[in-house]
Each structure stands twice: as structure tokens, then as C-alpha cells.
């Protein structure tokens, strides 16, 4: 089984050389720390700057320079602010090539809910309804079943959307999945689980092909 | 024509109850904190709507403006941060209106654009696109979204000039300029007022044309919510 | 009976304290020129720029800095460039107190024809249909009558238009006139010029009600 | 992954014919003079569709294009400085959509902005509005406008990085910051090519992530249309 670290060195894999990349808060902001060696990635944050960089030495915090998720943060050489319509233009236009970010729910139709609780949460979307109904390439990191043990790949999201027909790849403490054709594909195991264990954790249809390899 | 306003007092005069304020910054980093704290002290002001991205924390931003119970209604992204929000929501005393970021930072822009409605993809499919026209375009699906105007914009600059030409710094851009364009009023408060000239022509943000007010503010506290560092 | 200057000189008593001008190509260039003493006027230029100054010296001329009639010019202290879309963003979004432009015919509804000749001359609108459609305050500049002779204040444009129910007042060679009602209304005549004059150089519906007093 | 390319004719590589151009501009103001003359080197390339303000004269900037016969349609706001233009024209070998100046911005930045159509209350009642959807918003009547992306976008900066972050100078920034936004491949040459960090990053025009191709022309002509002076 994963831990969140794992999960994010593993959605680090997918990377490629010069994309432009967003990276959600929780653990999709620690695939920053697992950029493979040779793969130059630019991090976009929604609320203003292409070219961030790591957290700030104590002496070098500055309040007007954070990300979405309102951490102080520094930038990299090459580095460009600009304001929030800026920004989601090139989200909307299709420029990031890979958005990351976490859910409390995906179905097998690559529909996502991760914004609101009826009657009990409503932080709101964010801007995780203009990236996953724009980015070409959304990967989902989570837990492969919420607290009380259930399911959060389902064959219908319940909760309200944030997007639909968008996911396509997940990556969960349990495995990495793939989103098509109205089905989970499993493709890589985690270390140390069954592909029993996968099932029994996957409400939606899932589609086992083959040997499923350990992750890479 | 003199935008320079000698006080904040003097910057929100006008403002009154039921009306819609635009107010710049992303959680609390470049928000008007002058503006907010000098509407906070004016209590008569009330049954406010609130066009922000986020609504501020318990005791700082607009969660001054909350704990007085000015705001009837928010437009916002996000609205985590917030105890007394999240109370006022829940129990329906205030009107919360979610807006997708991106779509919220362009109802601003087009209003401050003269462009009624625009096409986004943002939000279809959900309970954001209730209500809304949607239409295909190159096989992708869209929902028309309307454009916001206020009847006041409040922003924080960096730096600015009596002409009302604005600099922003960092992050702390973010809303800022969109919502200077939508007003009907625009007030600006800098951390730096220089003279005309002072500021390079092809380095400015907003052009003065957007900003009708326009003062020094002093003081600045520029509170932090995640302090995160690497040491 | 005006010249070119004149007309410039009388639209600029037109001109407030504070406000923001978009001047024409021709005739509505020259109202700079003309600009009260103590009146603090901001022109725009639609290719980018707020704070438009006089023409450079020969020794400080710069291709990089042109107004939209293509022509070098300068800055003002406090001016600022900006592209095309914040350009007609600020001049839809009505910023722009007071457009200046000519035209080869207006009507008495206030709609105005300055673009293209059919079969014979197209040179584009350029911004032109954006100002007129957006600004609440326009003022055409132009000889009352066509080289031909045959009046260009009309019952109804006949060339193809730039805009509908714009224009507010006309400033000819002739005479002052507002628009409204239908109608066009004759405010002022040049030093020199009989009501008789306008009244036989004007084509559309002209309300003269009392004495026309001289220009101002 | 490098977006430096050594020239300019590595930098316009895959143009075809029968593709759209978006080319930055304003009169012969900040036009990208290397890449259109390489392109003029290049006959076999025809049938383009060229978004550009203006069609530049007939001796230099898009004027050597229609001379070589290589362009099929123009799309532009004013076109009046170039007797060949208008020949071709008139004579129909040449097709013109006339397109609002503003209207013609603003459907770059949608098209680079993800937005398939907004409405604009500029060309209403004319020939612009000519089979566009009309509606009314507070008692105004708008034309639906829709977007422009190119195939391939091509603008000229002052400086820039080899990140692609690109700085205009004075009313040479015009079109190109749209146009820019709205190529599939975008391609910027630049008077000088720098070091990422060697721009301020709060002081960029274009972000390098609407850039793919980037390099340094030499010896820029800068041709002057009205040479207008005050001695």
C-alpha cells in the first residue's frame, strides 16, 4: 500500500519534458518534490505565476508571493506573474498540459466531485472546475476509499460534479487506473496488494487485463 | 481631475447599503485591507453584496465585514477559511453564489470589457450550469456565462501614480486588475503613490483610466495563512 | 464658413476636466491642438496607448511609438501602453468620455457611414464601428456638404453604416448640430453663415427653433 | 525542451500552404518583419489566411506576400495603405473579412483564451452583424462574435527569454500579446534574446507558456509609415 509520498512519485513519472503542469493542493502539490532528473516541468498556480519554486528560507518569506493553496512559496528564474483571467485563460486554452488534483469521488465515466457536501461542506470549486473541464490530461491523486472504508471510484458519482467526462488517469494507494470506455482499466498493482484487494476496493466496473505488473 | 483621495474615509464615501462591491486578492494575499477595515468601521453600511474570491479569515479581511454581519451576499471560488461563514451560510442567513475561479475572473473582465456574456467550458454539467444556456462548439460543450460590473471596486497595489496607473507585485496581482475594470467607481490603495512619469509606460498593469480613487495606505499588515518554509 | 482648425477649435470647448478622448484620423486629430487652459484631457489612441503627446523632434522620433493614424507622436508624463484587447476593452466598457471621429454621412437618427464606398473604395472600419457602438458621447467632424456639393446630414445614410444611433452633435463648417428626436437640431452657425445656407445644405430634418447664435 | 531555434527559417519550419497565420501588428508598427520576409522567400507556401490589423504596404511587411501571390484571404480591420491589396481585391483574387478592430482583438484573446464566442455591441445594425445572433443586455442590443486560433501565430517583441516570456516596447505591443495567445505553435522573434530571470517577472507581457519558438532577429528595419515631427 501507498503512502501519499508514493503516490506522488508515481503520478511523477508521468511527466514529460516541457510540460506545463498544475498541481492541486494536498498531495498533488508534493509530486513538485519527485521531478525525474533531465525533465525540465514548469508548475502553474491558478492564482497567478508560471515558474514556482520550493517553500522560502524563513528570511526570504514575502506575503505577496504564494500559491493556490496560500503556502509562501518561491519562484524559479524564468518566472512570470500575472492575474487571474491571464491565468485561466492559458488553463482554458488548453496550454497546461497536466493537471493534477485530489477528489472524494471519480466514476467509471471519468466524472469528478471533490467541491461540496450537501448540507454539511461547501468550501467551494475553486479553480477546479475551469482545469478539469480544460486540461486534455487530469490525473486524480487519492485514497482508494474514503475514512468510513467505502469506495471512491464508483460507477456514478454521487456527490455534486465538478466536472464530467474528464479523468483520466487515477493514481490511489491501492493502484494506478486508467479512464476509458466507461470503465476503470487497472494497470499497475502497488506493492504488497492483490488484485483482489483492488477489487474489493472498486465500487465502478473494473477491467483487469492480463498480469497487472507492480507499479514502476 | 484629482483621483487622489487624502484618506481612506475619503476613498469610500458613497458607499452605501445594498450595494455590490468588487474586492480584490486571492485568500488574504493583495487584499484592500485599509478599505475593508474602514467599511468595518462603519456599520450603518449593510446588506452588502461581495464579489472576492475567498471571504477573508475570522479576524482579517472580510471577515470583518462577516463578524458585522455587512454582507447579505458572496460571490466567491472558495470559502474555506472561515468559521463564522461557514455558520452564516449554513443557518441561510447569508446568500452564498459559487463561481467557478477562472469563470469569476472573467465575468469581471468582461464587465470591465463591455462584453455582456461569454462562453466557457467551465462548470458544465454541474449545479454551476443550472439554468444556463449551453451550446457545442468544435464537439465541446460550453455554458454562457453573464459579466459582472460593481457599483464599487476596491484594489491594493503596489505601486501607483496620481493618475491612478497601478503596479502590482508578485501574487498579490491576482484579482486586482480584473476588478479595477468593472467598477463603476474603482478605488485603488497603494503601497507606494508617485507622480505621474514615476512609473514606465510598458510596465504598468492597469491603466488610470480604470481607477477613480487613489490613496497611500499605511501600516500594511499583510497577514500570512500558511507560513510554509524550507528551514 | 469654418475651416478644418476652426472645427477642431470649437469641439474643443466641448472638451471636461478629467476626461478620457479618442480622436479620429483628420479634422478630430487637430482638436489636440486646440485643448482649454486649465482642462486636464487624457487621449487615447486605440493601437495601445493613454497619454498621448505632440509629434517628437526629428532627433527623438520612434518607430515603436505611433497613434492609430500611424503617424509618430510622443508620451505624456503618465501615460501608459497596453495591447488591443485592454485597448477596446476600456473603450466598450464606455471609459472613454468622448469620441471624435469624421464621416462621409450621418443622419438624423444619429447613425453614421465612414467605411466603405461599394464597388469603389473599402478601406475597413478599423475601430471606428467599436467606438461608436460604445461611447456615450459622439461627435463627428466633418464638411457639411461632399465635394460634389449634395449634403451629407441625411434623412438616411445610404452608404453602408458604421453604427446606429450614435452620433449626439455634428461640428461642420457650416453649423453646430445636435441629434435627437429624429432630428437634427441646429444649435450654432459659423461666424459668416445664414440659416438659409444650413437649411439648403442639409438633407435630413432640421429644427431651428428661435435665434441661432453665432459659434462660440 | 528547448523552444530557442537558431533562425528564422528553422523558427517558421511547417508552415504549409492553405494554413492560417496570425501576424502581430499595427500598420507596419511591431510587425514580424524577419519571419514575413522568410516566408516571402518561400513562393511554394500559398493559399494562407493572414489575421492581421493591416495588410502592411505595398514594398514591405504583408506587402510582400500578396505581391507573391501567397495569400488567399485576409482577415483585418483596415487595409488602406496598400494600392496591390486593393487591386487584388477589387479584381476578387483576393478575399477580405472586415472585422471590427476591437471585435478583431478580443476574438484573438478568446481564441486564446479557451472562450468559442462572446457578445460585442460592436457592428450592430451593420454588415458586420450580417447572419450573427443579436441580443439585447440593459436595453443594448450585441452581436455574437466567435473566437480566431491560428495555426500558427507569429509576433515580434523586444525582449525576450529563452522561456518564451516575451516584454513589447510603446505601441509596438499592439495585436502581438493576442495573437500570441491563439496559435497552436506560436512563434516570437525578438530584438533581444536574454536569460530566464533576466526579466522581471512581474513586468512580462506574454508568459513563455503561449510561445514555442523564440529567437533573436538582427537589424531591424522598423519602417516608419507617417514620419510626422514638431520641427
Known amino acids: 500500500m501507498l503512502k501519499k509520498e508514493d ?39 491558478e492564482n497567478g505565476l508560471l515558474g514556482m519554486g520550493p517553500f ?39 496550454k497546461v498540459q497536466l493537471t493534477v488534483l485530489g477528489a472524494m469521488e471519480v466514476d467509471q465515466n471519468g466524472d469528478i466531485a471533490n467541491w461540496k457536501i450537501p448540507g454539511k461542506m461547501v468550501k467551494g470549486m475553486g479553480g477546479a472546475m475551469d482545469l478539469v473541464a480544460s486540461a486534455e490530461n487530469i490525473i486524480v491523486a487519492m485514497m482508494h476509499t474514503n475514512r468510513a472504508g467505502e469506495s471512491k471510484l464508483l460507477d456514478k458519482c454521487s456527490l455534486p460534479l465538478t466536472g464530467v467526462k474528464c479523468v483520466t488517469k487515477i493514481v490511489t494507494n491501492l493502484a494506478v487506473l486508467e479512464i476509458k470506455d466507461g470503465a476503470f482499466h487497472l494497470l499497475e ?16 466496473k473494473l477491467i483487469i487485463k492480463g498480469d497487472i505488473p507492480n507499479m514502476i | 481631475m484629482k483621483k487622489v483621495v487624502k484618506n481612506v474615509d475619503e476613498a469610500i464615501e458613497g458607499i452605501q447599503s445594498g450595494m455590490t462591491l468588487m474586492l480584490g486578492g486571492f485568500g488574504l494575499c493583495g487584499i ?47 470559502v474555506g477559511e472561515n468559521e463564522e461563514f461557514e455558520r452564516q451560510m449554513l443557518s441561510g442567513e ?11 475572473a472573467e465575468k469581471c473582465r468582461a464587465g470591465g470589457a463591455g462584453i455582456p456574456a461569454f462562453y466557457t467550458p467551465a462548470g458544465y454539467g454541474t449545479e454551476v450550469a443550472e439554468g444556463k444556456e449551453t451550446r457545442e462548439y468544435n464537439g465541446k460543450m460550453y455554458i454562457l456565462e453573464e459579466s459582472l460590473v460593481s457599483d464599487f471596486s476596491i484594489v491594493k497595489a503596489w505601486k501607483g501614480d496620481t493618475k491612478g496607473n497601478l503596479v502590482f507585485k508578485a501574487t498579490a496581482r491576482n484579482f486586482n486588475p480584473v476588478m479595477a475594470m468593472a467598477g463603476k467607481i474603482t478605488i485603488a490603495e497603494v503601497e507606494y ?10 510596465e504598468i498593469h492597469t491603466p488610470g483610466i480604470f481607477v477613480h480613487r487613489i490613496f497611500e495606505g499605511k501600516n500594511y499588515e499583510k497577514r500570512i495563512e500558511q507560513r510554509t518554509t524550507s528551514n
Open chain 1, 56 to 94: 522560502p528560507t524563513k528570511e526570504s518569506i514575502d506575503a505577496d508571493l504564494i500559491n493556490a493553496g496560500k503556502q509562501t512559496i518561491t519562484t524559479m528564474p524564468g518566472s512570470v506573474f500575472f492575474d487571474s483571467s491571464d491565468s485561466f485563460a492559458m488553463i482554458r486554452a488548453g
Open chain 1, 7 to 45: 503516490i506522488a512519485k508515481r503520478i511523477a513519472q508521468e511527466l514529460k519534458d516541457g510540460w506545463y503542469v498544475n498541481l492541486g493542493i494536498g498531495i498533488p502539490t508534493l509530486v513538485a518534490n519527485y521531478i525525474p532528473e533531465g525533465i525540465d516541468v514548469t508548475l502553474q498556480s
Open chain 2, 94 to 104: 447569508l446568500e452564498v453564489e459559487l463561481t467557478p475561479q477562472g469563470s469569476l
Open chain 1, 189 to 204: 498493482r502497488a506493492p504488497g496488494v492483490s488484485v483482489e484487494e483492488i477489487k474489493a476496493a472498486t465500487a465502478g
Open chain 2, 32 to 78: 484592500p485591507e485599509k478599505c475593508i477595515e474602514a467599511i468595518s468601521k462603519r456599520p450603518e453600511i449593510k446588506d452588502l453584496t461581495c464579489i472576492s474570491n475567498n471571504a477573508g479569515v475570522d479576524d482579517f479581511g472580510l471577515g470583518f465585514l462577516l463578524k458585522n454581519h455587512q454582507i447579505k451576499k458572496m460571490i466567491s471560488s472558495y
Open chain 2, 193 to 202: 503613490l508617485v507622480e505621474p512619469g514615476e512609473l514606465d509606460p510598458n
